[in-house]
């Protein structure tokens, strides 16, 4: 019963691998969800950073050291590429929920968008901060 | 003719019996996100690094203390509903609900921790 009822269904994108070919489409998707969930390491740090703030300067002289020493200073950069990469793929998400863009040509023009756009704007965030 | 429309048909449906509230939330605190992040970004990007005394300065403005709480509360609220849907697709059980509570505890202690922190900054 159960084979003759068997008929083609789409793949999930977690049977990656020899099952499912990776797209544009898919991947931009899987990346929104670790930006914003890796979100979460620059939440610590900046309530860190805030909590040492309020303490007093010896405090804050250690938060600052940590935050702004290499590891700190990593971890804010991919932070700020990782925010602004989930901001655009957030708009696009947005866009998608209006039932607007869904055909296939632009709905992977929109990830090239997404994976451009959060380059760009990391690296003109880092501009404006250095002036 | 239809009098029910589809977001209406979905309210109080689905295992949680939430109906589309959560994406409903999503959509919600995503827009407001996206006005206030990139203006936090800009103060708070500027003030790291500037030394505590200048650090306090900006952190005393009211505008600036009322946006980084703003940022925390919608910001970590945004955050909680995002991992569970995470938690939701990769785990199930008991595993689920303890990585659940363990979010949503997460969340609400550093919001509490970073409006503690703004109080007895600006006040």
């Given at each position: 019963m159960a084979e003759e009822?068997?008929?083609?269904?789409?793949?999930?994108?977690?049977?990656?691998?020899?099952?499912?070919?990776?797209?544009?489409?898919s991947m931009s998707s899987i990346l929104t969800r670790i930006t914003g969930n890796a979100m979460i390491v620059a939440v610590f740090l900046i309530v860190w950073w805030l909590l040492a703030l309020a303490a007093g300067p010896e405090a804050f002289a250690t938060a600052?050291?940590?935050?702004?020493?290499?590891?700190g200073n990593l971890v804010m950069f991919l932070s700020l590429w990782g925010i602004w990469y989930h901001y655009l793929a957030g708009l696009r998400?947005?866009?998608?929920?209006?039932?607007?863009?869904?055909?296939?040509?632009?709905?992977?023009?929109?990830?090239?968008?997404?994976?451009?756009?959060?380059?760009v704007l990391t690296i003109l965030t880092v501009i404006i901060y250095w002036i | 003719m239809r009098y029910l429309t589809d977001r209406k048909r979905a309210v109080g449906k689905g295992s949680a019996h939430s109906g589309a509230e959560h994406h409903w939330h999503m959509i919600v605190?995503?827009?407001?996100?996206?006005?206030?992040?990139?203006?936090?970004?800009?103060?708070?990007?500027?003030?790291?690094?500037?030394g505590y005394e200048a650090a306090l300065a900006t952190f005393q403005k009211p505008f600036v203390a009322i946006l980084t709480g703003l940022v925390l509360?919608?910001?970590l609220q945004h955050f909680q509903k995002g991992a569970r849907v995470m938690l939701e697709d990769y785990t199930s059980g008991t595993t689920r609900k303890l990585l659940i509570m363990l979010v949503v505890g997460l969340c609400w202690s550093l919001t509490a921790a970073g409006l503690f922190a703004l109080a007895k900054i600006a006040l």
């Open positions: 009822n068997r008929i083609q269904r789409p793949l999930s994108p977690f049977m990656i691998g020899p099952y499912y070919r990776p797209q544009l489409t600052e050291w940590w935050i702004t020493s290499w590891v998400h947005l866009i998608f929920d209006a039932g607007k863009c869904l055909d296939i040509p632009t709905a992977e023009k929109l990830g090239w968008v997404c994976i451009y756009g959060s380059v | 605190s995503a827009v407001a996100l996206a006005f206030m992040v990139p203006t936090f970004l800009f103060i708070f990007g500027n003030a790291l690094g500037s509360v919608v910001g």
